[in-house]
């Protein structure tokens, strides 16, 4: 696999060069990043879907996570993250049609790994089923949705457990289920970053149900 490069960044966002994802974990550079949640109202409910990341990852196996996410390569434009939905999921969205929420500073730490994103965030108004997904199992082996107001219960209210629906490929095989999850369940994301995509889904379900 050839070596990633990334932009870099100081602390005010410009650019101060160019490195390895290798290095850019190791030393804690800035460098960008693409995200896209893809959210749905069924019943005059919300919902934020999450994949669930393969149990041979590298970082953080086996937890939900983001519906799509990647690093944006030194050469790529933030409309090139868009591969990242159709290589992860297996789906097909037009960038005119995601909700840009702007660049969220975001920080993660643990042993020997230091990310900091300029994440570049984005909605998206979903009707696909469940069916239609199909991910690269590399990355991501299900898909799983839940219902917004469980979410930030879960999250923000002290609640211990809820409820995800969705599938997991094991053996080729796709398997629907509803499974019962906690925070510990999750890649764990600053509170500031949940807390401005849940509010920002709430505004953009309310207008497309308008």
Same mark, same amino acid.
Not at 43 to 57: E, G, V
Not at 131 to 143: A, K, W
Not at 175 to 197: C, L, M, N, Q, W
């Given at each position: 696999?050839?070596?990633?490069?990334?932009?870099?960044?100081?602390?005010?966002?410009?650019?101060?060069?160019?490195?390895?994802?290798?290095?850019?974990?190791?030393?804690?550079?800035?460098?960008?990043?693409?995200?896209?949640?893809?959210?749905?109202?069924?019943?005059?409910?919300?919902?934020?879907?999450?994949?669930?990341?393969?149990?041979?990852?590298?970082?953080?196996?086996?937890?939900?996570?983001?519906?799509?996410?990647?690093?944006?390569?030194?050469?790529?434009?933030?409309?090139?993250?868009?591969?990242?939905?159709?290589?992860?999921?297996?789906?097909?969205? $037009? =960038?005119?049609? /995601?909700?840009?929420? @702007?660049?969220?500073?975001?920080? &993660? #730490?643990?042993?020997?790994?230091?990310?900091? *994103?300029?994440?570049?965030?984005?909605?998206?108004?979903?009707?696909?089923?469940?069916?239609?997904?199909?991910?690269?199992?590399?990355?991501?082996?299900?898909?799983?949705?839940?219902?917004?107001? $469980? =979410?930030?219960? /879960?999250?923000?209210? @002290?609640?211990?457990?809820?409820? &995800? #629906?969705?599938?997991?490929?094991?053996?080729? *095989?796709?398997?629907?289920?509803?499974?019962?999850?906690?925070?510990?369940?999750?890649?764990?994301?600053?509170?500031?970053?949940?807390?401005?995509?849940?509010?920002?889904?709430?505004?953009?379900?309310?207008?497309?149900?308008?």
């Amino acid at each position: 696999m050839d070596t990633e490069i990334l932009n870099i960044f100081d602390e005010n966002r410009k650019q101060i060069g160019v490195a390895s994802r290798e290095e850019v974990h190791q030393k804690g550079h800035w460098h960008e990043t693409f995200h896209c949640w893809f959210v749905s109202r069924k019943n005059d409910q919300d919902y934020i879907y999450f994949q669930y990341r393969s149990k041979d990852k590298k970082d953080y196996p086996g937890l939900l996570d983001i519906t799509a996410a990647g690093h944006l390569m030194s050469h790529e434009s933030v409309m090139d993250g868009m591969r990242e939905v159709e290589e992860e999921l297996g789906i097909q969205v $037009d =960038f005119a049609d /995601l909700v840009p929420l @702007g660049i969220i500073e975001y920080i &993660a #730490e643990k042993e020997n790994f230091i990310d900091k *994103e300029l994440a570049h965030v984005f909605l998206y108004h979903s009707d696909h089923t469940l069916d239609e997904f199909r991910p690269q199992l590399e990355e991501v082996t299900g898909i799983y949705r839940i219902a917004l107001a $469980d =979410f930030y219960e /879960l999250w923000f209210e @002290g609640r211990e457990h809820i409820e &995800a #629906e969705g599938f997991q490929v094991e053996n080729d *095989e796709r398997i629907t289920s509803a499974i019962t999850v906690g925070k510990e369940d999750f890649v764990p994301h600053e509170d500031y970053y949940y807390r401005r995509v849940l509010h920002s889904i709430r505004e953009m379900e309310r207008e497309h149900a308008d």
